[in-house]
């Protein structure tokens, strides 16, 4: 059987270019420092937006939820804000899913 099969010979494995680990530690850190400009701080900068916008929400104000639905402040909790969405009719949402504080006389305009 060996007459038509070749035996094979390992090599010898040939050094590594030398500065090899050297580079692929800037290559990393420099992948990371790519990856926190592009995603984790712009994800922060929104966040404290966000937290800003909803730490400055009054009585009064006109809103949109994350759901889209437009009203008017009727009260306010630590964690709770109370809609008026039309006559007679209040609901109640998480602070955190506010979307955006509308101009006023937004609500008036639309209707």
């Known amino acids: 059987m060996t007459l038509f099969i070749a035996s094979a010979h390992a090599q010898e494995a040939g050094a590594p270019p030398p500065g ?5 530690i800037f ?3 420099g992948l990371f420092v790519l990856f926190y400009f592009i995603a984790i701080r712009p994800q922060r900068k929104r966040q404290k937006e ?3 916008m909803v730490s400055k929400l009054n009585k009064g ?3 949109v939820t994350s ?3 437009l009203g008017k402040v009727t009260s306010l909790d630590d964690n709770y804000m109370v809609l ?3 006559n007679n009719v ?3 949402f998480q602070r955190v899913h506010l979307h955006a504080i509308l101009p006023k006389g937004t609500l008036k305009s639309i209707a």
């Open 84 to 86: 008026n969405v039309a």
């Open 67 to 69: 759901s889209g639905i």
């Open 90 to 92: 209040d609901m109640k």
């Open 20 to 24: 090899g680990d050297l580079f692929q």
């Open 27 to 29: 290559f990393l850190v």
């Open 50 to 52: 966000h937290s800003e």
């Open 61 to 63: 104000d006109e809103v």
